[in-house]
């Protein structure tokens, strides 16, 4: 184990991943450089620039490419920046990417990785904030994981890479600086098994991503005897684990950064009720934000944000209902 | 045999592949408009010398994308007709096992990495696979196929820079057969055309007559050389007429019929029949090559109708390995 | 009332907003021709091709263009031609003309149309069949509607071109020839408010869009009492009416034509728990596609359907759990 | 008034202009490290010549896009500087409430309508702009300003080809500023560049020294006037030089600090300076300008800190009228 932040864990076990199998490389905007995280950082200099690959602002032929290049036998790392920009190459990604094993009858596949850094981060307002994951567990074909800590951004993105299926990882960008235990060695993460992060028999708590942190400081702090589920991945997700657990605590939370309307909270709650029956539940809540774009100005920003006091608001709430 | 025969025999296997082509289309498209083909279909009778005079210089290694127009393509890659005729009749057996229909026909063990519903979305697809073909050192090239819409389309112009830019061996044909559904496509694109677009985005551009089928293979040939030797993208626009509608069961209502009768005029197989003629081809022998390829094509129509259809259980599998549908 | 198609239905209420309003006018490719469902069929004649303008293949710039054009005063209706090319437009759509009246604190509107038919018809296959307004409903900004009926294909259609907002219109492919009666004269019809199709007092029926039909005739032939709303629009959406029947039947079924998972279902699902209290439910039930591509042929094509059949099964099924 | 100093007086505004600009970024980038202002600013510095010399061809009416590097293009179409830089800060009386910031700065009042962060996203905003000035018979054109790595973006192509092939009103600005965030474009650009790509899709394309306000001036006269007699569509190719990073905190540690420095040996404020020195303008005059600029924008950044913070409840509103957050 050795303590890192999240983007020096991920940076390392793509490095990692590049010596061990050679077939394995990334494209994108400003790679050579680093990447504007430094999730690439001294990678060209190690795996050159045929590996490493400094892209035009071409989001449609990034993602596109690194289709054609899965087929062609190689395993693409697609950097798309930030998630919003991942707008800019849909049809790359859904229409193609998503399909081409289907609509082939099996004959290829999209052995691949689209990394989407997402979420908000130092009010980067509208167009630079958005959550989308809800979006891509909607699209069959897509694997999408979502790592809350630097250990399993190394993990999910270690597995994401020897998935022959295409792997979405959408990294929390207000998380790449934070730090956590690393194992020196890493291991893939299977997908759909969630980390159980707390034990308690008040109220399953379910979460992703940006607000995992978030969560498990309210967790402590609420004096709530929360059962929290850091999900990992969201498809496959572990509803295994979510619904015996709501099956015991009889109430439910979600929590994400995304807009609650329509987000994956929406399919946590439908089928945690659907695997418990109604009866089952005794208070369900979702916490994420409004159907608002994110503003810029701190003081608006903040107004949206999840928060470990909002939570553990939530927490006792729906824990006394 | 001498070379002057060699090269007949060559252009006796170019007129065979339009031969069928034509023949598999003219099945396809009576089978959609009976209804007994499914979905849609988009013959590109009257397009074939580019598919055949392009793919003529193709290795079975080499790659090509394609397009909703793309049977021609396949064909003259050397996909399983009738693998085709069954996925276009949504049978088991099919190329993709009914899954894909007409316009997602593909076949890797020949290299044809997939017709594609999204207009110029071939193009990102080309530039990639040409990459990992340089990654992994494959002696190897990549045709990508579109259409002369495509040329409005923004991947057009992210694909040229980036093949011109990485100089990716790939061959660019825009198969310009005048329309982009059922509006005249020079009616929408302003400036020089597919060609100049592409050669300033730095891809050398080459026009040809696509009803010639031997200009375009003599053109490709030199073209392809130049890329296997390394000269990085290159760009063939490539122009021809659509005969039929837009679809099997557009009318084309919207052009004057004395254009596509025109174009008949000009037919790449009548023309290339007339060289080999001339070159002390039998008549008969020519007759014969159509009638193989019009039995064939029939043939494998009276086999997809019988054929029987995929197992239900079938639109399930293939989706993925993690969170596969219950 | 006259008796007509979905598109025909479409057709004339679009003619009748363009003679009302000379700054409304409409983009997309082959409109001069009609658009390929005949849902422009002679408009070009009458108002000319400025104001029924047929564009490139260029969905980035159709829906771009049309959000400038709204910025600039005028009332344009972008066609997609159909809901999956919409993927070539999504950062037109979501990251401008979703926050373009939000990111600049109200100074500008983008008042305009968008038109997506979308959804299965005639063995298009899976890049030509999906339903994404789920999707919509996520983002902020957004009003998303989805008749089911030709009168809602009219009435929603002018709603939209009237209102101040962007308005996704999610058209169902499947239901342009169908027929039913329009009124002569077109009124709006108001986001947010479910037609309450049947009446019943066994079961709440949710749908939309293309299992308007399906539904409709399931409930007439299943036997059971079913209280059935089509929602017509998805954001704002009747929650209003549909928590008050769920809370009368206490058991919900929501049907539509899109993948389940995180599916706009889901948020239906969540929000009645939400609304009526997880005790407050016997029996939830979404029924939808598969989380697979839509595959071609009949038989696979088929097999996903949402038949009548189905759905009075499953109509029986929640209303005796 | 002689016409010679009708003309000095309009070229002593561009300098006020660009020395605004320059304050206002100094100040802008100054608030951004000392965390004062939230978020990430794109400094223009270097560029202003652009920016002034295309908008003093544009009156009112007329209407601009913009990018992430905006605050030029917008105080040079006379947008409000102050709310901008309470904006910046995310104040309340920002130009857009707090709720935009650096990269989404806006003006309607003055035609201004928005700079956005993603790149090549004002293209197709500004073709249907024009378009809706053609159909609503406004007497205005458009300036779409962007920068070298949007010419590798899709919309890029689709737009010239739009504006070109619908004649429309638009001047279309290239600022070709050598870098698209931390990678040299000439790396990743193919072809013969900005201006044979919009000329291969219609749009005649003209090339000037960006670091040349007067040259700037001259060129977007004439283009800007054949826009106006209804030429149809024009490029402008001005090229010029990042002084600064990327952002506010970027160090440019990817390219020698010689060639900045030389950049700064161009600087388009210090020539037309000297041009105006020359022409008999007192170098105090140009001192007072330049030292009023500072003041104005230093005066702004207090106020900006001043200013109160929007009330949270705005978070909430103008996403729409229907299904508003509750
Ligand atoms: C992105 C996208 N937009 C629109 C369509 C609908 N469409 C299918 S084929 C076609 C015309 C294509 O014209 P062209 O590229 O010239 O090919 P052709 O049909 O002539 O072979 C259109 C508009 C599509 N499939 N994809
Ligand atoms: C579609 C998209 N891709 C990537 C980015 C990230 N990004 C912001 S600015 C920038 C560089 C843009 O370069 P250029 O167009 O030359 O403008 P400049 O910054 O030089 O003014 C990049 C890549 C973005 N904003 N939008
Ligand atoms: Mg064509
Ligand atoms: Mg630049």
Known sequence: MTRMTFAEAARRALAAEMRRDPLVWALGEDLVQGGIFGQYRGLADEFGTERIVSTPISESTIMGAGLGAALCGTRPVIEMRIADFTLCAMDELVSQIAKVRYMFGGQGRASLVVRMPQGMWRNSAAQHSQCLEAWLTHIPGLVVAAPGTPADAAGLLVAAIRSDDPVVLMEPKNLWTAEGDVPDDVAPIPFGVARHAASGDALTVVTWSATVPVVEQAARESGVACDVFDLRSLWPWDEAAVIASARRTGRLLVVHEAVTVSGFGAEVVARVVEGVGPGGLRGVERLGAPRAPVPFSPALEDAMRISPARVAAAMKRVATT | ?326
Chains 1, 3 share one sequence.
Not at chain 2, 110 to 125: E, F, S, T
């Open chain 2, 1 to 326: 045999m001498s070379g002057t025969s060699n090269e007949t025999a060559r252009r006796i296997a170019m007129l065979r592949d339009m031969a069928r082509i034509r023949a598999f289309e003219r099945e396809a498209v009576a089978a959609m408009r009976s209804g007994e083909a499914p979905g849609v279909v988009h013959p590109s009778i009257g397009q074939e010398g580019v598919a055949v005079g392009v793919c003529a210089n193709l290795r079975r290694a080499d790659r090509i994308t394609s397009t909703h127009r793309g049977h021609g393509h396949a064909i003259a890659k050397g996909a399983d007709a009738r693998a085709m005729m069954l996925e276009l009749h949504g049978r088991a057996g099919g190329s993709c096992g009914g899954k894909g229909g007409s316009m997602h026909i593909a076949d890797f063990a020949v290299g044809m990495l997939g017709a594609n519903g999204v207009v110029g979305a071939g193009i990102p697809i080309a530039c990639g696979a040409a990459q990992a073909i340089r990654l992994t050192k494959e002696d190897a090239i990549v045709a990508c196929f579109f259409g002369d819409g495509a040329v409005n389309r923004g991947p057009f112009l992210e694909g040229m820079n980036w093949a011109a830019l990485y100089r990716l061996p790939v061959l660019f044909v825009c198969e310009d057969n005048g329309f982009a559904a059922f509006t005249r496509n020079s009616a929408v694109t302003a400036g020089g055309g597919p060609a100049v677009r592409a050669e300033a985005c730095g891809v050398p551009a080459t026009v040809v007559d696509g009803e010639d089928v031997l200009a375009v293979d003599a053109v490709a040939a030199d073209l392809i050389g130049r890329i296997r030797a390394g000269a990085g993208p290159q760009f063939l626009h490539a122009k021809c007429y659509r005969w039929e509608g837009h679809t099997g069961t557009d009318a084309a209502a919207y052009r004057p019929a004395e254009e596509a009768q025109a174009a008949r005029g000009r037919d790449a197989i009548r023309r290339l029949a007339a060289v080999l003629e001339a070159e002390g081809v039998a008549g008969a022998e020519i007759i014969g090559i159509e009638a193989q390829a019009a039995a064939e094509m029939a043939s494998h129509r009276a086999a997809a109708l019988a054929a029987p259809w995929p197992d239900p259980g079938a639109a399930y599998t293939d989706v993925q390995d993690a969170g596969a549908p219950a």
